[in-house]
């Protein structure tokens, strides 16, 4: 029997999760819970339905059935009124930035508090410094456009916006993709800060196994419709599933391994 306690402590709840495309099953009754205040990590291989996961949870596109409950909130059915109120509760930072190219950084970031505050454009410009100090990036990045930012910029300024509006939970798609390994760290070290300084929960889409050894409380591996192993890396070592030891096996998991002082 699930305690009160526990279900307090789970910011997301999804319950035999099935999606289906045509004749293709993406998920197959799939079940995961994300902790309160957790940084946990979604891998999988392609088609593993990753980023259809993160786009039902984000009211973005709607299963066959199952349940899937955010902040306490059953997703089916919700009003359109609900809907707008969750998304307020969430920041999402998309793979690409998703940056409007004709706005500047400053004004990209203070989108969502223009949307959904009244708020003075000179507290928002305000408001949007901050989130981008918070983020690691100077004032003056805030002036320029999208497409005169470096990568790791882009990823940082995108990350400024998801904060916009205060958010108890935090989505990160593949967040260090295409970074060299020193902005990679830094945006490795960036996630761990946030969740410390402001309890965030945070749902991560990742392939970078460095962010899953130093990152992450939990991963959980998709594959075959399901989640076939959810824990830590040092727990998923312990299993022997094929999809779950290509994380571990091979130069690139042995490596990222050897950096935590795993054997």
Sequence with gaps: ?????????????IS??????????VHAGL????????ILALVGGSGSGKSTLLREIILLQQPESGSIKVLGVDLENISDAAALALRQRWGVMFQSGGLF???TVRENVGLP??????????LIDEIADWKLAMAG???EVGAQYPTELSGGMMKRASLARALALDPELLFLDEPTAGLDPESADEIDQLIR???DLFGLSIVIITHDLDLLWQVSDRVAVLADGKVLGVGSMAELAQLNIPAIRKFFDGPRG???????GLR
């Design 1 to 13: 029997m699930t305690s009160l306690a526990s279900l307090e402590n789970n910011v997301i709840e």
């Design 16 to 25: 035999q999760l099935t999606t289906r495309f045509g004749e293709h099953v």
């Design 31 to 38: 079940d995961l819970v994300v902790r309160r205040a957790e």
């Design 101 to 103: 190219g004709s706005l």
């Design 113 to 122: 508090l223009r949307e959904h505050t009244g708020l003075s454009d000179a």
């Design 137 to 139: 990036l100077d004032p």
């Design 193 to 195: 800060k946030l969740r």
């Design 254 to 260: 042995r490596a990222a391994q050897q950096q935590t």
